[in-house]
């Protein structure tokens, strides 16, 4: 469990796009029913893991979770590459995982942690697509933050990419949202 979130942070640090899927262009059909059905599953994880935590470290682990997903989403940019057309950087937050789970942290914090930051990894690689589809090096088509600094890309990719921010952030009520939020992404890519 600590092994995997502390090398996804590290990956993160040294190359940005690492612990994700890369982008084939925009998500089919068939990308977001099989993405839908690992989120599924993935909440199911969710829930099982704080189950097997007690209260206060369920509740601890939400709270590092909760910051370190907005200043992710925050402090994210996009920045072009040759081997790709928009490739995802962040400069805030990224260690502040890593440095919190230095710390000491009980199994259940852990377990939960873990679970987060799985699903995470699959909402931000659909996320991804979305964004290359919407072109975010272009000023004109920025996807919104969250923060209201985005610069308004097509409204349903910027919507939908809100709805997976929601669900990243807050991945322990996302099982009672999956359905809504896919929706809405379906709706953004016109599937």
């Known amino acids: 469990?600590?092994?995997?979130?502390?090398?996804?942070t590290l990956e993160l640090q040294h190359d940005p796009a690492a612990p994700f899927d890369r982008p084939r262009g925009t998500p089919g059909r068939l990308d977001l029913v099989s993405g839908r059905a690992r989120a599924e599953e993935l909440t199911r994880a969710i829930f099982?893991?704080?189950?097997?935590?007690t209260p206060p470290m369920t509740a601890r682990a939400r709270i590092i979770w909760r910051d370190w997903a907005s200043r992710f989403a925050n402090g994210l940019i996009w920045q072009s590459r040759d081997d790709a057309d928009a490739v995802p950087q962040t400069h805030e937050g990224l260690s502040e995982l890593g440095i919190l789970l230095s710390g000491p942290a009980t199994r259940g914090e852990l377990w939960a942690l873990d679970a987060y930051?799985?699903?995470?990894?699959?909402?931000?690689?659909?996320?991804?697509s979305l964004a290359t589809s919407a072109n975010p090096l272009a000023t004109t088509t920025r996807l919104d933050d969250?923060?209201?600094?985005g610069h308004g890309g097509p409204e349903s990719l910027a919507m939908a990419w809100s709805a997976l921010r929601g669900l990243w952030e807050e991945p322990w009520s996302a099982r009672r949202r999956?359905?809504?939020a896919f929706a809405t992404v379906a709706r953004g890519i016109g599937r």
Do not use: C, P
């Open 1 to 8: 469990m600590i092994v995997r979130i502390r090398s996804t």
């Open 48 to 53: 099982f893991a704080e189950r097997a935590a």
């Open 117 to 128: 930051e799985a699903l995470f990894v699959q909402l931000f690689s659909i996320g991804w």
């Open 146 to 149: 969250g923060t209201g600094r």
């Open 178 to 180: 999956l359905d809504e």
